[in-house]
T-cell receptor, first 120, second 113 residues
Framework: DTGVSQDPRHKITKRGQNVTFRCDPI?????LYWYRQTLGQGPEFLTYFQNEAQLEKSRLLSDRFSAERPKGSFSTLEIQRTEQGDSAMYLC??????????????????FGQGTRLTVV | KNQVEQSPQSLIILEGKNCTLQ??????????LRWYKQDTGRGPVSLTI?????NTKSNGRYTATLDADTKQSSLHITASQLSDSASYIC????????????FGSGTRLLVRP
């Protein structure tokens, strides 16, 4: 499978615990995104990497959240001191824009299956 | 505020029938608009992507239209199948941050036999 891979698929944790999710993008994709999706809503942007550089973070990403992409390949999203409000689906996506795509802003993003987090 | 609104919120149709989903957006300046299909518990899968210069784009039984003047888009599904049951999400990106996708809440479609 050469698509975007996320691990784990499901995570149940007690409130106050730390959790870490992993995303492996499509090989050679230089852009990587994290989104959060709650039930009945569309995904909301969390953060964006171009290679290893984290170029933008949403205000949704509180100081308990940290994302890394150390070698410009896989990425991790860590949530410290989890709260019940953190329960959601965390989606990772990647893209590799061509020169024309960059000009047009046509960056096709491919999503992983997501990690479903439940904080109890 | 950049927003994407979709209607209806949910829809039930019989297998074999056609349906049309609507999307209105206020994102400006506009870069492109996409339609994604999302099965329950899975990540979104791209159906179509259109820039401001494109009025229509088809992908099999899915046809998307775009009116950049009125900031409206529609997704038409013909000869629906049971496997079409999913959420259909309209997604818009702005020119100044084309990597940041702004998602609608989706239309939940149920196709019944």
């Amino acid at each position: 499978d050469t698509g975007v891979s996320q691990d784990p698929r499901h995570k149940i944790t007690k409130r106050g615990q730390n959790v870490t999710f992993r995303c492996d993008p499509i090989s050679e994709h230089n852009r990587l995104y994290w989104y959060r999706q709650t039930l009945g809503q569309g995904p909301e942007f969390l953060t964006y990497f171009q290679n290893e550089a984290q170029l933008e973070k949403s205000r949704l990403l509180s100081d308990r959240f940290s994302a890394e992409r150390p070698k410009g390949s896989f990425s991790t999203l860590e949530i410290q001191r989890t709260e019940q409000g953190d329960s959601a689906m965390y989606l990772c996506a990647s893209s590799l824009p061509t020169m024309r795509d960059r000009y047009r802003g046509n960056t096709e993003a491919f999503f992983g299956q997501g990690t479903r987090l439940t904080v109890v | 505020k950049n927003q994407v609104e979709q209607s209806p919120q949910s829809l039930i149709i019989l297998e074999g029938k056609n349906c049309t989903l609507q999307c209105n957006y206020t994102v400006s300046p506009f870069s492109n608009l996409r339609w994604y299909k999302q099965d329950t518990g899975r990540g979104p899968v791209s159906l179509t992507i259109m820039t401001f210069s494109e009025n229509t784009k088809s992908n099999g039984r899915y046809t998307a239209t775009l009116d950049a003047d009125t900031k409206q888009s529609s997704l038409h599904i013909t000869a629906s199948q049971l496997s079409d049951s999913a959420s259909y999400i309209c997604v818009v990106s702005a020119s100044y941050s084309s990597y940041k996708l702004i998602f609608g809440s989706g239309t939940r479609l149920l196709v019944r036999p």
